[in-house]
């Protein structure tokens, strides 16, 4: 299947093989012709499988065929995250090229006025998020009452985030006859509810099974102590080259500190969080794509929206509190076909939110012990198990700065090292049956 079979008209073909695109992903071979026989739409598929394409495409075809000349806002696309928005926006102007629609992208964090002067000129499509939306619309910026096509992009995140509320009002706004068209990495209970109150007779197309995780990223773990996880990682860039890594923690603040230390340690580092402007986000994020820094320390926000080529490496520093999270995470690489490694650095304290990411994804997630950074219960535990006589710990790591070296009273005996092929049981005996775990 090519994408001129798809019924697309000749200037977003053209537009599509301007990006060097001839085939078109699974959700959108299957999304664009229900989008464009005029059908809501549910669509759920992984992230990164071309899910904006499949919406936007679909929707470019619609407004230019149906083009009044009145100065009003005709199609809304609803989006979580600042960073979304823009990518949203930026790929409706990349396919719209040769089309003479215009496009705003609205959001907080940044001046409104701007924002305001852009709406009420008029546009054809808004990429907004729900709050920054309602502020416009209650200021008269915006005239939502000519809307014929209402996107909900990553509505499952939307929910997570509370903008259901905020969410109702807009909808509230919209001409009742409409096509509404809904996706989601997702397809939990609160979606479908969401589904069944905002979209009529949809079609349901469901490329991945439900909480898959993309089959092209290698998933594995490390068994560590808390405390020694950033000297982990430090080891983990030096010993493995790693060039360009998003890495995951719980807070804002946990973050920044440890985006410092990486610098400190001679990996050029930045944060990305909520308490950023949107001006250090964007800029922030177009460092880390053009690799001027090493790694890119993100919070929660940033789990979805961002569009990073080629992304080689996820790494979750803290383990998510929520298991679909993980999804999220670690679905920021192997993205459109290209292979990615996501690593987990899980201390004793989140083995339970480990095992519940394993039973959501339904897999075996391979656990390893990197040498020189053995957790103080596997030493206790597993000592029995063992054949081989321990060697001395490595402290080239874990004792950077003027720390001493720490001794085998606080859990410090090596194990298998991270690229070697020794095996050894799961370093968590109590999460129940072991499993070999890799190097």
């Known amino acids: 299947m090519t994408f001129s079979s798809l019924g697309l008209s000749a200037e977003l073909l053209r537009a599509v093989a301007d990006q060097g695109y001839d085939t078109p992903t699974p959700i959108q071979a299957q999304a664009i012709p229900a989008i464009l ?34 100065q009003r806002t005709r199609a809304l696309v609803l989006v979580p995250t600042r960073e979304l928005a823009a990518q949203v926006a930026e790929a409706v102007r990349t396919y719209g090229r040769h089309l003479p629609l215009r496009c705003a992208q609205v959001f907080g964090g940044v001046n409104i ?41 990553e509505a499952d995140r939307m929910l997570d985030m509370g903008f ?9 706004q919209l001409p009742h006859e ?33 909480n898959a995780t993309a089959e092209a990223v290698t998933q594995s773990a490390y068994a560590v102590e808390h405390a020694h996880k950033r000297d982990l990682l430090t080891h983990l860039f030096e010993a493995q080259n790693w060039q360009q890594v998003l890495v995951f923690t719980r807070t804002k603040h946990g973050a920044d500190r440890l985006a410092k230390q990486l610098d400190k340690a001679g990996i050029d580092a930045t944060a990305i ?57 670690i679905g920021r690489t192997g993205r459109a076909g290209q292979k990615g490694e996501a690593i987990s650095l899980v201390a004793r304290e989140e083995r339970s939110q480990f095992k519940a990411i394993e039973r959501l994804v339904k897999r075996d997630i391979p656990t390893a012990i990197a040498q020189g950074f053995v957790p103080r219960a596997q030493t206790a535990e597993a000592r ?14 874990r004792n950077s700065g003027n720390s001493k070296p720490r001794h085998e009273s606080r859990g410090s005996r090596s194990a298998a090292a991270p690229s070697g092929n020794s095996h050894q049981r799961k370093p968590w005996h109590r999460f129940g049956k072991s499993r070999a775990a890799v190097g």
């Open 37 to 70: 026989a005029g059908h809501d739409v549910t669509a759920t598929a992984q992230t990164g499988t071309g899910k904006t394409a499949a919406f936007t495409l679909p929707l470019l075809q619609h407004l230019s065929g149906t083009a009044t000349g009145k």
């Open 113 to 153: 006025n701007p924002q305001t002067r852009e709406l009420r000129s008029g546009v054809d499509i808004v990429v907004a998020t729900p709050g920054r939306l309602l502020d416009h619309v209650e200021r008269r910026n915006v005239d939502l009452s000519g809307v014929s096509v209402l996107v909900l992009d």
């Open 164 to 172: 259901m509320p905020a969410i109702e009002r807009i909808v509230k």
């Open 178 to 210: 409409r096509q509404t068209l809904l996706f989601s990495a997702t397809f939990a209970d609160p979606i479908r509810q969401l589904a069944r109150r905002f979209l009529r007779e949809p079609q349901v197309i469901e490329v991945a099974r439900r």
């Open 273 to 329: 969080h909520g308490n950023k402007s949107q001006n250090q986000r964007m800029r922030a994020l177009a460092d880390f794509k053009r690799m001027k820094v090493r790694a890119l320390v993100a919070t929660d926000v940033a789990a979805r929206g961002l569009d990073i080529n080629e992304l080689p490496h996820v790494v979750n520093f803290d383990v998510p509190t929520n298991p679909e999270d993980y999804i999220h995470r």
């Open 384 to 397: 029995p198990e063992r054949t081989h006589k321990p060697t001395a710990p490595s402290t080239h790591h």
